[in-house]
Protein backbone atom coordinates (compact mmCIF):
# COMPACT_ATOMS: atom_id res chain seq x y z
CA UNK A 1 0.00 0.00 0.00
CA UNK A 2 0.79 3.54 -1.09
CA UNK A 3 0.96 6.17 1.72
CA UNK A 4 1.04 9.54 1.76
CA UNK A 5 2.77 11.78 4.70
CA UNK A 6 0.64 15.00 5.90
CA UNK A 7 3.04 17.74 7.77
CA UNK A 8 2.24 21.12 9.33
CA UNK A 9 4.29 23.08 11.10
CA UNK A 10 4.87 24.99 13.91
CA UNK A 11 7.63 27.68 13.88
CA UNK A 12 9.03 29.81 16.75
CA UNK A 13 10.46 32.95 15.69
CA UNK A 14 12.54 35.31 18.54
CA UNK A 15 11.90 38.66 18.01
CA UNK A 16 14.59 41.40 17.40
CA UNK A 17 13.75 43.89 19.93
CA UNK A 18 15.62 45.49 22.79
CA UNK A 19 13.79 44.58 25.92
CA UNK A 20 11.46 41.84 26.70
CA UNK A 21 7.72 41.19 25.71
CA UNK A 22 6.50 42.90 29.17
CA UNK A 23 9.08 44.40 30.84
CA UNK A 24 12.21 46.88 30.44
CA UNK A 25 14.90 43.80 30.73
CA UNK A 26 17.09 43.27 27.98
CA UNK A 27 16.73 40.85 25.25
CA UNK A 28 19.89 40.24 24.37
CA UNK A 29 21.42 36.49 24.01
CA UNK A 30 24.44 35.27 25.52
CA UNK A 31 24.51 37.29 28.82
CA UNK A 32 25.43 35.64 32.21
CA UNK A 33 22.72 33.35 33.45
CA UNK A 34 19.89 35.50 35.78
CA UNK A 35 21.29 39.14 34.64
CA UNK A 36 18.69 40.30 32.69
CA UNK A 37 15.58 39.42 34.85
CA UNK A 38 13.36 41.44 37.04
CA UNK A 39 10.26 40.82 39.19
CA UNK A 40 8.12 41.26 35.91
CA UNK A 41 9.75 38.20 34.08
CA UNK A 42 10.26 36.18 37.16
CA UNK A 43 6.45 35.82 38.13
CA UNK A 44 6.53 37.55 41.38
CA UNK A 45 3.78 38.54 43.20
CA UNK A 46 2.17 41.82 42.72
CA UNK A 47 3.64 43.20 39.28
CA UNK A 48 1.85 43.72 36.34
CA UNK A 49 3.02 42.86 32.45
CA UNK A 50 2.97 46.19 30.45
CA UNK A 51 3.42 45.15 26.30
CA UNK A 52 5.84 45.63 24.10
CA UNK A 53 4.61 48.35 21.26
CA UNK A 54 7.28 46.52 19.00
CA UNK A 55 6.24 43.47 19.38
CA UNK A 56 2.80 44.52 18.16
CA UNK A 57 4.86 45.84 15.41
CA UNK A 58 7.14 43.17 14.01
CA UNK A 59 4.15 40.90 14.43
CA UNK A 60 1.97 42.70 11.83
CA UNK A 61 4.81 43.17 9.75
CA UNK A 62 5.07 39.57 9.18
CA UNK A 63 1.18 39.23 9.07
CA UNK A 64 1.14 41.57 6.06
CA UNK A 65 4.59 39.55 4.46
CA UNK A 66 2.09 36.34 4.89
CA UNK A 67 -0.99 37.54 3.45
CA UNK A 68 -2.79 37.12 7.04
CA UNK A 69 -6.09 38.16 8.01
CA UNK A 70 -5.44 40.95 10.89
CA UNK A 71 -7.85 40.83 14.20
CA UNK A 72 -8.60 44.25 15.26
CA UNK A 73 -8.70 43.36 18.45
CA UNK A 74 -6.72 40.64 19.73
CA UNK A 75 -6.35 39.06 23.61
CA UNK A 76 -3.31 37.52 25.56
CA UNK A 77 -4.55 34.28 27.13
CA UNK A 78 -2.78 32.62 30.07
CA UNK A 79 -1.40 28.72 29.38
CA UNK A 80 -1.18 27.22 32.41
CA UNK A 81 1.38 24.54 33.13
CA UNK A 82 4.02 23.93 35.36
CA UNK A 83 8.06 23.87 34.36
CA UNK A 84 10.62 24.76 36.18
CA UNK A 85 11.85 27.41 33.74
CA UNK A 86 8.34 28.76 34.13
CA UNK A 87 8.26 30.93 37.22
CA UNK A 88 4.50 32.49 36.90
CA UNK A 89 3.47 28.93 36.62
CA UNK A 90 1.71 30.27 32.87
CA UNK A 91 2.98 31.23 29.70
CA UNK A 92 1.39 34.62 28.76
CA UNK A 93 0.38 33.86 25.11
CA UNK A 94 -2.78 34.46 22.53
CA UNK A 95 -5.59 31.51 22.39
CA UNK A 96 -8.97 31.97 20.89
CA UNK A 97 -8.01 35.60 19.22
CA UNK A 98 -4.75 35.58 18.07
CA UNK A 99 -3.66 38.44 16.40
CA UNK A 100 -3.46 37.02 12.74
CA UNK A 101 -4.84 34.33 10.84
CA UNK A 102 -5.63 32.66 7.31
CA UNK A 103 -2.41 33.82 5.62
CA UNK A 104 -0.44 32.21 3.42
CA UNK A 105 3.11 31.93 1.51
CA UNK A 106 4.35 30.42 -2.16
CA UNK A 107 7.39 28.17 -1.12
CA UNK A 108 9.20 27.36 -4.53
CA UNK A 109 10.03 23.60 -5.49
CA UNK A 110 12.14 23.82 -8.57
CA UNK A 111 13.13 26.59 -11.04
CA UNK A 112 9.08 27.25 -11.98
CA UNK A 113 6.99 25.77 -9.84
CA UNK A 114 5.81 27.19 -6.52
CA UNK A 115 3.27 25.58 -4.59
CA UNK A 116 1.34 27.88 -1.84
CA UNK A 117 1.23 26.69 2.21
CA UNK A 118 -1.92 27.78 4.19
CA UNK A 119 -1.04 30.17 7.32
CA UNK A 120 -3.64 28.99 10.28
CA UNK A 121 -2.45 31.51 12.71
CA UNK A 122 0.26 33.71 14.19
CA UNK A 123 -0.05 34.85 17.40
CA UNK A 124 2.76 37.04 20.09
CA UNK A 125 3.05 35.48 23.30
CA UNK A 126 6.60 35.27 25.58
CA UNK A 127 9.34 32.62 25.91
CA UNK A 128 10.07 30.41 28.77
CA UNK A 129 13.59 30.16 30.93
CA UNK A 130 16.21 27.85 30.35
CA UNK A 131 17.65 24.79 31.99
CA UNK A 132 21.20 23.82 32.12
CA UNK A 133 21.95 19.88 33.18
CA UNK A 134 25.29 19.59 34.79
CA UNK A 135 26.46 16.77 32.48
CA UNK A 136 28.97 15.65 35.74
CA UNK A 137 26.98 15.59 38.16
CA UNK A 138 22.89 15.01 39.02
CA UNK A 139 22.03 18.98 39.50
CA UNK A 140 20.47 21.32 37.27
CA UNK A 141 20.28 25.02 36.88
CA UNK A 142 17.88 27.50 35.73
CA UNK A 143 18.42 30.75 33.62
CA UNK A 144 15.95 33.21 33.80
CA UNK A 145 17.87 35.45 30.86
CA UNK A 146 15.10 33.86 28.22
CA UNK A 147 11.85 34.35 30.66
CA UNK A 148 9.60 36.99 29.02
CA UNK A 149 11.85 37.40 25.46
CA UNK A 150 8.75 38.13 22.93
CA UNK A 151 8.37 35.12 20.20
CA UNK A 152 5.91 34.69 17.55
CA UNK A 153 4.05 31.13 16.41
CA UNK A 154 3.59 30.75 13.44
CA UNK A 155 1.34 27.74 12.71
CA UNK A 156 0.79 26.21 8.90
CA UNK A 157 -1.86 24.49 7.73
CA UNK A 158 -1.20 20.52 7.29
CA UNK A 159 -0.21 21.04 3.68
CA UNK A 160 3.20 20.14 3.14
CA UNK A 161 3.88 16.38 1.41
CA UNK A 162 7.39 15.66 2.15
CA UNK A 163 10.21 16.25 4.21
CA UNK A 164 11.56 18.48 1.10
CA UNK A 165 8.96 20.50 1.34
CA UNK A 166 8.70 21.37 4.86
CA UNK A 167 12.16 22.25 4.42
CA UNK A 168 11.33 25.02 1.33
CA UNK A 169 8.99 25.86 4.21
CA UNK A 170 10.95 26.89 6.70
CA UNK A 171 13.60 28.61 4.44
CA UNK A 172 11.39 30.39 3.06
CA UNK A 173 9.89 31.65 5.98
CA UNK A 174 12.96 32.59 7.59
CA UNK A 175 13.98 34.82 4.64
CA UNK A 176 10.47 36.47 5.38
CA UNK A 177 11.35 37.22 8.71
CA UNK A 178 15.03 37.98 8.56
CA UNK A 179 14.02 40.56 5.17
CA UNK A 180 11.27 42.07 7.62
CA UNK A 181 14.20 42.36 9.83
CA UNK A 182 11.99 41.33 13.04
CA UNK A 183 14.01 37.94 13.54
CA UNK A 184 17.95 36.96 13.42
CA UNK A 185 16.77 33.29 11.74
CA UNK A 186 19.62 32.06 13.79
CA UNK A 187 18.38 28.47 14.54
CA UNK A 188 21.63 27.37 16.53
CA UNK A 189 20.71 30.23 19.40
CA UNK A 190 17.33 28.93 18.79
CA UNK A 191 16.05 32.36 18.07
CA UNK A 192 14.22 29.98 14.72
CA UNK A 193 12.76 26.75 15.87
CA UNK A 194 10.09 24.58 14.82
CA UNK A 195 8.02 21.75 15.78
CA UNK A 196 6.63 19.37 13.22
CA UNK A 197 3.54 17.51 13.13
CA UNK A 198 3.79 14.35 10.89
CA UNK A 199 0.83 11.56 10.64
CA UNK A 200 0.47 9.53 7.32
CA UNK A 201 -2.63 8.28 5.48
CA UNK A 202 -3.18 5.36 2.46
CA UNK A 203 -2.97 7.41 -0.60
CA UNK A 204 -6.28 8.60 -1.52
CA UNK A 205 -7.38 8.91 1.79
CA UNK A 206 -9.36 12.19 3.07
CA UNK A 207 -9.40 11.14 6.51
CA UNK A 208 -6.06 12.37 8.51
CA UNK A 209 -3.93 9.56 10.41
CA UNK A 210 -3.17 10.03 14.25
CA UNK A 211 0.00 13.08 14.18
CA UNK A 212 3.21 12.78 16.18
CA UNK A 213 4.82 16.39 17.11
CA UNK A 214 8.48 16.23 16.56
CA UNK A 215 10.97 18.88 18.43
CA UNK A 216 14.48 19.51 19.35
CA UNK A 217 15.27 19.88 15.37
CA UNK A 218 18.14 22.83 15.09
CA UNK A 219 18.73 22.57 11.66
CA UNK A 220 17.21 22.02 7.85
CA UNK A 221 19.08 19.02 7.64
CA UNK A 222 17.69 17.76 11.24
CA UNK A 223 13.86 18.62 10.29
CA UNK A 224 14.31 17.14 6.84
CA UNK A 225 15.89 13.89 8.67
CA UNK A 226 13.58 13.88 11.51
CA UNK A 227 10.31 14.41 9.33
CA UNK A 228 11.88 11.40 7.17
CA UNK A 229 12.77 9.08 9.73
CA UNK A 230 9.09 9.47 11.34
CA UNK A 231 7.38 8.95 8.05
CA UNK A 232 9.46 5.83 7.94
CA UNK A 233 8.41 4.86 11.42
CA UNK A 234 4.62 5.50 11.34
CA UNK A 235 4.66 3.33 7.65
CA UNK A 236 6.48 0.61 9.68
CA UNK A 237 4.15 0.61 12.48
CA UNK A 238 0.70 0.80 10.35
CA UNK A 239 2.06 -2.11 7.31
CA UNK A 240 2.50 -4.18 11.29
CA UNK A 241 -1.45 -3.79 11.33
CA UNK A 242 -0.28 -1.90 14.68
CA UNK A 243 -2.05 1.79 15.50
CA UNK A 244 0.56 5.30 15.99
CA UNK A 245 0.27 7.09 19.29
CA UNK A 246 -0.45 10.65 19.26
CA UNK A 247 2.48 11.69 21.12
CA UNK A 248 5.41 14.09 21.27
CA UNK A 249 8.89 12.85 20.26
CA UNK A 250 12.37 14.24 20.22
CA UNK A 251 15.08 13.82 17.36
CA UNK A 252 18.21 12.15 18.52
CA UNK A 253 20.82 13.77 15.94
CA UNK A 254 23.05 11.11 17.22
CA UNK A 255 21.27 8.30 16.78
CA UNK A 256 19.24 9.56 14.24
CA UNK A 257 15.74 8.45 15.56
CA UNK A 258 13.07 9.81 17.20
CA UNK A 259 11.79 8.64 20.62
CA UNK A 260 9.23 9.46 22.40
CA UNK A 261 8.97 12.25 25.46
CA UNK A 262 5.10 12.62 26.36
CA UNK A 263 2.08 12.42 25.67
CA UNK A 264 0.33 14.96 23.63
CA UNK A 265 -1.35 17.42 25.23
CA UNK A 266 -4.67 18.80 24.27
CA UNK A 267 -5.91 22.64 24.66
CA UNK A 268 -8.10 21.68 27.68
CA UNK A 269 -4.60 20.34 29.07
CA UNK A 270 -3.66 24.18 29.40
CA UNK A 271 -6.92 25.54 31.08
CA UNK A 272 -6.58 28.86 28.56
CA UNK A 273 -8.31 31.81 30.01
CA UNK A 274 -7.86 35.53 29.21
CA UNK A 275 -5.16 37.49 31.29
CA UNK A 276 -7.06 39.57 33.20
CA UNK A 277 -3.80 41.79 33.66
CA UNK A 278 -3.88 42.58 29.72
CA UNK A 279 -6.05 45.09 27.62
CA UNK A 280 -7.08 43.67 24.63
CA UNK A 281 -4.67 44.55 21.64
CA UNK A 282 -6.47 47.24 19.12
CA UNK A 283 -5.48 47.77 15.59
CA UNK A 284 -6.04 50.70 13.62
CA UNK A 285 -5.93 50.74 9.45
CA UNK A 286 -3.95 54.16 10.00
CA UNK A 287 -0.88 51.91 11.53
CA UNK A 288 -1.44 48.89 9.29
CA UNK A 289 -1.30 51.36 6.46
CA UNK A 290 1.76 52.84 7.67
CA UNK A 291 3.61 49.70 8.66
CA UNK A 292 2.90 48.58 5.19
CA UNK A 293 4.69 51.05 3.44
CA UNK A 294 7.07 50.09 5.43
CA UNK A 295 7.97 46.85 4.44
CA UNK A 296 10.58 45.92 2.12
CA UNK A 297 11.05 43.59 -1.40
CA UNK A 298 10.05 40.47 0.25
CA UNK A 299 12.33 37.12 -1.08
CA UNK A 300 9.88 35.60 -3.79
CA UNK A 301 9.18 39.41 -5.37
CA UNK A 302 13.34 39.74 -5.45
CA UNK A 303 14.06 36.10 -7.31
CA UNK A 304 11.62 37.32 -9.94
CA UNK A 305 13.06 40.54 -10.52
CA UNK A 306 16.46 39.16 -10.80
CA UNK A 307 15.54 37.05 -13.07
CA UNK A 308 13.96 39.40 -15.24
CA UNK A 309 15.95 42.39 -14.79
CA UNK A 310 18.88 41.18 -14.92
CA UNK A 311 18.18 38.00 -16.83
CA UNK A 312 20.05 35.65 -14.10
CA UNK A 313 19.06 32.01 -13.85
CA UNK A 314 16.89 31.12 -11.43
CA UNK A 315 19.21 29.32 -9.27
CA UNK A 316 21.32 32.25 -8.86
CA UNK A 317 18.57 34.53 -8.21
CA UNK A 318 17.45 32.37 -5.47
CA UNK A 319 21.00 32.38 -4.41
CA UNK A 320 21.83 35.82 -3.92
CA UNK A 321 18.09 36.60 -2.75
CA UNK A 322 18.70 34.12 -0.02
CA UNK A 323 20.00 36.94 2.30
CA UNK A 324 18.89 41.10 2.15
CA UNK A 325 22.41 41.63 2.59
CA UNK A 326 23.95 39.49 -0.19
CA UNK A 327 21.25 41.09 -2.89
CA UNK A 328 22.49 44.32 -1.64
CA UNK A 329 25.89 43.87 -2.41
CA UNK A 330 24.91 41.85 -6.06
CA UNK A 331 22.73 45.08 -6.95
CA UNK A 332 25.45 47.28 -5.82
CA UNK A 333 27.74 45.73 -8.00
CA UNK A 334 26.07 45.90 -11.12
CA UNK A 335 25.49 49.18 -10.50
CA UNK A 336 29.20 49.76 -11.37
CA UNK A 337 30.08 46.53 -13.56
CA UNK A 338 27.69 46.46 -17.01
CA UNK A 339 27.12 42.44 -17.03
CA UNK A 340 24.80 41.19 -13.99
CA UNK A 341 25.69 37.02 -14.92
CA UNK A 342 29.67 37.73 -14.87
CA UNK A 343 28.53 39.61 -11.28
CA UNK A 344 26.76 36.37 -10.26
CA UNK A 345 29.05 34.17 -11.37
CA UNK A 346 31.93 35.97 -8.88
CA UNK A 347 29.86 36.19 -5.80
CA UNK A 348 28.25 32.72 -6.36
CA UNK A 349 32.15 31.47 -6.83
CA UNK A 350 34.91 33.34 -5.69
CA UNK A 351 33.12 35.51 -2.68
CA UNK A 352 30.85 33.36 -1.35
CA UNK A 353 33.56 30.42 -1.34
CA UNK A 354 36.08 32.29 0.77
CA UNK A 355 33.48 33.83 3.67
CA UNK A 356 32.32 30.34 3.87
CA UNK A 357 35.77 29.10 3.99
CA UNK A 358 36.16 31.98 6.87
CA UNK A 359 32.39 31.85 8.37
CA UNK A 360 31.86 35.03 7.30
CA UNK A 361 28.39 37.12 6.58
CA UNK A 362 28.51 39.44 3.45
CA UNK A 363 28.33 42.07 6.11
CA UNK A 364 32.03 40.83 6.68
CA UNK A 365 33.47 40.92 3.23
CA UNK A 366 36.54 43.14 2.99
CA UNK A 367 36.13 43.37 -0.80
CA UNK A 368 33.47 46.34 -0.92
CA UNK A 369 31.29 46.16 -4.07
CA UNK A 370 32.42 48.51 -6.18
CA UNK A 371 36.46 47.43 -5.67
CA UNK A 372 34.97 43.63 -7.49
CA UNK A 373 32.86 45.78 -10.08
CA UNK A 374 36.93 47.41 -11.29
CA UNK A 375 38.68 44.55 -11.28
CA UNK A 376 36.18 43.08 -13.48
CA UNK A 377 36.22 46.30 -15.62
CA UNK A 378 40.10 45.41 -15.62
CA UNK A 379 39.41 41.56 -16.50
CA UNK A 380 37.37 42.29 -19.19
CA UNK A 381 39.54 45.25 -20.76
CA UNK A 382 42.42 42.57 -21.05
CA UNK A 383 44.49 44.80 -18.34
CA UNK A 384 44.08 41.16 -16.06
CA UNK A 385 44.27 37.92 -17.07
CA UNK A 386 41.47 35.27 -15.55
CA UNK A 387 43.97 33.80 -13.60
CA UNK A 388 45.70 37.05 -12.14
CA UNK A 389 42.22 38.24 -11.65
CA UNK A 390 41.57 34.83 -9.30
CA UNK A 391 44.91 35.98 -7.24
CA UNK A 392 44.22 39.55 -7.12
CA UNK A 393 40.93 38.83 -5.87
CA UNK A 394 42.06 36.80 -2.91
CA UNK A 395 44.62 39.29 -2.08
CA UNK A 396 41.80 41.89 -1.91
CA UNK A 397 39.97 39.65 0.23
CA UNK A 398 42.75 39.18 2.86
CA UNK A 399 44.39 43.14 2.73
CA UNK A 400 41.29 45.30 1.91
CA UNK A 401 43.36 47.02 -0.65
CA UNK A 402 41.85 47.79 -3.97
CA UNK A 403 42.77 46.36 -6.98
CA UNK A 404 44.96 49.24 -8.42
CA UNK A 405 47.04 49.32 -4.91
CA UNK A 406 47.56 45.41 -4.88
CA UNK A 407 48.30 45.59 -9.11
CA UNK A 408 51.05 47.88 -8.11
CA UNK A 409 52.73 46.29 -5.47
CA UNK A 410 52.49 42.95 -6.49
CA UNK A 411 53.69 43.41 -10.35
CA UNK A 412 50.50 41.81 -11.91
CA UNK A 413 50.16 44.00 -14.72
CA UNK A 414 48.86 42.11 -18.08
CA UNK A 415 52.03 41.44 -20.64
CA UNK A 416 50.47 43.04 -23.51
CA UNK A 417 53.96 44.26 -25.27
CA UNK A 418 53.93 42.25 -29.06
CA UNK A 419 57.56 42.25 -28.73
CA UNK A 420 57.84 40.44 -25.44
CA UNK A 421 55.11 37.99 -26.44
CA UNK A 422 56.47 37.27 -29.52
CA UNK A 423 59.97 36.03 -27.97
CA UNK A 424 58.43 34.00 -24.78
CA UNK A 425 56.12 32.10 -28.15
CA UNK A 426 59.05 31.42 -30.34
CA UNK A 427 61.29 30.43 -27.29
CA UNK A 428 57.95 27.70 -26.95
CA UNK A 429 57.85 26.34 -30.37
CA UNK A 430 61.47 25.99 -30.45
CA UNK A 431 61.10 23.98 -27.68
CA UNK A 432 58.12 21.77 -28.99
CA UNK A 433 58.89 21.09 -32.58
CA UNK A 434 56.52 17.81 -32.63
CA UNK A 435 53.55 19.52 -31.12
CA UNK A 436 54.20 22.09 -33.62
CA UNK A 437 54.73 19.71 -36.64
CA UNK A 438 51.27 17.91 -35.65
CA UNK A 439 49.44 21.45 -35.35
CA UNK A 440 50.58 22.28 -39.12
CA UNK A 441 49.09 18.59 -39.82
CA UNK A 442 45.69 19.39 -38.53
CA UNK A 443 45.72 18.69 -34.83
CA UNK A 444 44.10 22.35 -34.14
CA UNK A 445 43.35 21.11 -30.50
CA UNK A 446 47.13 21.75 -29.80
CA UNK A 447 46.41 25.60 -29.46
CA UNK A 448 44.99 25.18 -26.57
CA UNK A 449 48.48 23.39 -25.18
CA UNK A 450 50.77 26.43 -26.63
CA UNK A 451 48.37 29.11 -24.74
CA UNK A 452 49.07 27.27 -21.25
CA UNK A 453 52.88 27.20 -22.14
CA UNK A 454 52.33 30.93 -22.76
CA UNK A 455 50.32 31.51 -19.39
CA UNK A 456 52.80 29.04 -17.62
CA UNK A 457 56.02 31.31 -18.96
CA UNK A 458 54.12 34.59 -18.13
CA UNK A 459 52.87 33.36 -14.79
CA UNK A 460 49.14 33.92 -15.94
CA UNK A 461 50.24 37.88 -17.06
CA UNK A 462 50.02 37.33 -20.88
CA UNK A 463 47.10 39.39 -22.33
CA UNK A 464 45.13 36.21 -23.10
CA UNK A 465 43.60 37.60 -26.84
CA UNK A 466 46.58 38.85 -27.58
CA UNK A 467 48.67 36.25 -26.93
CA UNK A 468 46.37 33.75 -28.74
CA UNK A 469 46.31 36.08 -31.80
CA UNK A 470 50.25 35.78 -32.00
CA UNK A 471 50.65 31.97 -31.51
CA UNK A 472 48.01 31.81 -34.31
CA UNK A 473 49.94 34.07 -36.19
CA UNK A 474 53.18 31.89 -35.58
CA UNK A 475 51.82 28.08 -35.91
CA UNK A 476 50.65 29.14 -39.48
CA UNK A 477 53.73 30.47 -40.33
CA UNK A 478 52.09 34.09 -41.16
Known sequence: ??????????????????????????????????????????????????????????????????????????????????????????QISQYESPLASAGYLEIPLGEEITKRIGITRIH??????????????????????????????????????????????LKELREILVYLEICDGNMEEGSFRCDANVSVRPLGQGELGTRTELK????????????SYEIQRQIGILEEGGKVIQETRLWDEHRQITFSMRGKEEAHDYRYFPDPDLVPVEIHEQWLEKLRQELPEL?????????????????????????????????????EFHDPRQVANWISGEVLGLLNRDGRSIQECPVQPQQLARMLGLLEQGSISRRIAQSLFEEMYMTGKTPEEVLMEKGWA?????????????EILREHPKEVEAFRQGKSKLLAFFMGQVMRKTQGQADPKLAQRLLEQKLKGE
Do not use: W
Open 299 to 335: PAAKRKRFVLQYGLRPYDAELLTSSRALADYFEACVK
Open 216 to 227: NMNSFRNVQRAI
Open 414 to 426: TVSDQGSLYSVIE
Open 124 to 169: MEEDAGKLVHDETRPLSYVDFNRTGVPLLEIVSEPDMRSPEEAVAY
Open 1 to 90: MKYQPVIGLEVHAQLRTKSKIFCGCSASFGADPNTHTCPVCLGMPGVLPVLNKQVVEFALKLALATHCRIASQSVFARKNYFYPDLPKGY
